[in-house]
């Protein structure tokens, strides 16, 4: 399976600034998702982070609030914008290689996010 | 759209016992069902996967059921160990939402010395 690592692996932040999370795979992946985990709960998918267009969001997240971009195959970055406390979360990028037999989604480490 | 549902939220077992957890889908279009395995502060680690072409897989104490027609899948562990302590996630997706997953809410699982 891939080697994937985020960046940075935990930050503590100020209501109303801007985070942004790298999300860098050691081999070339079609897919790379974006997803969230709240304390104590499981994850959510934010969006899928589309290669050379525009990221697609999931209902209930925009782009506003998480700009997301993919210059590559093998590098993608989530932004958390204007940020409250109630995007204290977990961040985690996965990727996988769309296909039948080949679709195994794995994750990063993951970003651990708290907003004072 | 999916949606996944996961009994039981904590299960609590001895070592040496079967553990057994079960989930629904509602998308009968589902055709991927992973099982992940999250350690405290660690990522979700894949540990079994199935598709809706077969019906039962096993990898040495894990395997994974599924019925299509009832629209469910389980994951059975054997002779658990303390080890094998995490939250369990379920989850699904069809190869025409782009391998996009969604997950069931978690079960902790303790197994006791």
């Known amino acids: 399976s891939a080697v994937i690592s985020q960046k940075p692996s935990r930050d503590i932040c100020q209501r109303g600034t801007s985070l942004t999370i790298q999300c860098q795979v050691d081999?070339?992946?079609?897919?790379m998702f974006w997803y969230r985990q709240q304390p104590g709960q499981s994850l959510t998918l934010i969006a899928t982070?589309?290669?050379?267009?525009?990221?697609?969001?999931e209902s209930g997240f925009v782009i506003d609030k998480f700009p997301i971009s993919r210059p590559n195959l093998t590098f993608s970055t989530l932004t958390v914008s204007n940020m409250s406390p109630e995007d204290s979360s977990i961040y985690l990028c996965s990727v996988s290689h769309a296909g039948s037999s080949t679709d195994t989604q794995y994750f990063g480490p993951g970003t651990r996010l708290t907003v004072l | 759209g999916e949606n996944v549902e996961q009994h039981p939220s904590t299960l609590s077992v001895q070592e040496g016992d079967s553990a057994v957890i079960k989930c629904t889908y509602s998308d009968s279009a589902s055709n991927y069902f992973p099982w992940y395995k999250q350690e405290l502060g660690k990522r979700p680690q894949l540990i079994i996967d199935i598709r809706s072409n077969v019906g039962e897989k096993k990898d040495q104490r894990i395997a994974v059921t599924l019925n299509k027609t009832a629209k469910h899948f389980s994951l059975h562990i054997t002779e658990t160990q303390p080890e094998d302590s995490a939250v369990y996630f379920c989850a699904a997706s069809r190869e025409t939402s782009g391998s996009r997953l969604t997950f069931g809410e978690g079960t902790q699982l303790t197994v006791n010395p």
């Open positions: 982070a589309n290669q050379g267009s525009e990221a697609t969001y």
């Open positions: 081999s070339q992946v079609t897919m």
